[in-house]
């Protein structure tokens, strides 16, 4: 992929990032890397070994002698730490509610950081969390900041949630979403926010192909010659 480029995807819960990010890098031919999969995979290693995942050292010192995996494959992407396949695990309810925790220690976040820079040192990336565009790839190309209603969030988590057999109602997801969007936009340690050369989509009332094709259409722009 020699003209390829460096999208970075940014936005809050459930904003439907990750199922954009996989159609557009798939329609591309661009490689997808899913970070909130890593702050989830190392929640999940925290939880299993009973650490506090408010403990920034333990965390740190946990992410240092785990490895964890993104593996693309035709059915989507496979999440594996150290060698056992997380991916459905890593969704779980216990999961979500403490990712934020994990999220917010700053010494995980540079680990972090560092290693998503190591994943996107090839041609052709497409990134999505919440500090791509502002601290992991402050270069990329093109930096899309997407976000929808939490109402039209929840609602589309419910979906997803009836697809995996979770049952949360939609005031529940309506409320973990809000948690989320708080815990995530007011920590310390890289908060989200759009950065300032991000294209802003509201993606409400678009379907997931009218969005992807309006970042294909950014990226083709911005494609090295
Ligand atoms: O996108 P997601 O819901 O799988 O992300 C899980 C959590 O990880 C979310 O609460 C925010 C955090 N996260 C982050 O802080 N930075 C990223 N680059 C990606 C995710």
Redesign the pocket.
Known sequence: MENGIQIAIDGP?AAG??TIAKITASKLGYTYID???M??ALTYKALKEHIDVYDDDALSSLLDRIVIELLPTEEGQIVRVDGEDVTEEIRSQEVTSN??AT?AQPRVREMMVEKQRLLANTKGVVMD????GTAVLPNAELKIFMTASVEERAARRFVENTKRGINRSMEELCQDIAN?DKA?TERIASPLKQASDAIFIDTTSMSIEQVADAIIHHAEKRKRP
């Open positions: 819960a990032k990750s970070t909130g999969a702050y989830r990712v934020s999220a969390g919440r500090d791509i989320r995530d």
